[in-house]
């Protein structure tokens, strides 16, 4: 599925809707460039799932864990990640496998340890559109 939005409101929208959809268990890599509203797009996600607390990037945490809503959400940021045996260390098999939902930013930078059926969310901009517009590609099974 490939979507365009033109502001980030469209974005959160679009994040919202998934969110809406998501089940337990699901893995959602989002990858994008810096600054092209991953952020954007997770909470809508998180506001989907009936998640009220602020949702900021995990930067410097690697995974936020967010329970309230309506299954929990594992957001996860490998930015910093040096080596993907840093995420043995925090237990991603815990949270992968889990009754909750992951959304895991930068997730090609952990590629061998991601899940064949993860959902693969890529956004890109095209400045030829429109500074606010984005290109959002959705690959996998989102029911």
Request: a negative charge; proline letters at 3%; one cysteine or more.
């Amino acid at each position: 599925m490939t979507r365009e939005t033109y502001n980030s409101k469209e974005t959160f929208e679009l994040g919202y809707e998934l969110g809406k959809k998501a089940k337990a268990g699901e893995i959602y890599r989002l990858e994008g460039d810096l600054g092209v509203g991953k952020t954007v797009f997770t909470q809508g996600f998180a506001k989907g799932l009936g998640i009220e607390e602020p949702i900021n990037s995990p930067t410097f945490t690697i995974v936020q864990e967010y329970n309230e809503g309506r299954i929990p959400l594992y957001h996860f940021d490998v930015y910093r990640i040096a080596d993907v045996d840093e995420m043995d260390e925090i237990g991603y098999e815990e949270y992968f496998f889990s009754d909750g939902v992951c959304l895991i930013e930068w997730a090609s930078l952990v590629e061998e340890i991601m899940p064949e059926d993860a959902i693969y969310i890529s956004i890109k901009k095209d400045l030829s559109k429109g500074f606010d517009y984005r290109l959002i590609q959705i690959d996998g099974k989102v029911m």
